[in-house]
């Protein structure tokens, strides 16, 4: 293992190409696509990684790693924008609870 890499190293473009996200389909001003997330998490983590977002907002990262196997930890102090990522999971997760997320 000595003077082997942890992980492959994998280079993505400067530029992340998505499909554009339908306007104000949520009350959160900054509302991303879950392919971005999606995309980092692939490039740079493995499967059972764990992630962090310390500005989870309405949980796109959150469901990010979930869709891709990962272990995500969110943090975020709006009690509106919690309920957001909460009730974006119950309608994604309907069979997990969402006390998984608190």
Not at 2 to 22: A, C, H
Not at 96 to 102: D, I, S
Request: net charge neutral.
């Amino acid at each position: 293992h000595v003077g082997k890499p942890i992980q492959p190293f994998k280079v993505i473009d400067s530029v992340i190409r998505l499909p554009p996200e339908k306007a104000n389909r949520t009350a959160h001003p900054a509302v991303f696509p879950v392919a971005l997330p999606t995309h980092v998490y692939m490039a740079f983590t493995a499967h059972g990684d764990a992630v962090y977002d310390p500005f989870c907002g309405s949980g796109t990262s959150i469901l990010a790693a979930e869709q891709t196997g990962r272990i995500g930890y969110g943090m975020e102090i709006a009690p509106e924008y919690v309920a957001m990522a909460l009730a974006r999971w119950s309608k994604l997760y309907p069979d997990q609870p969402p006390e998984r997320l608190v």
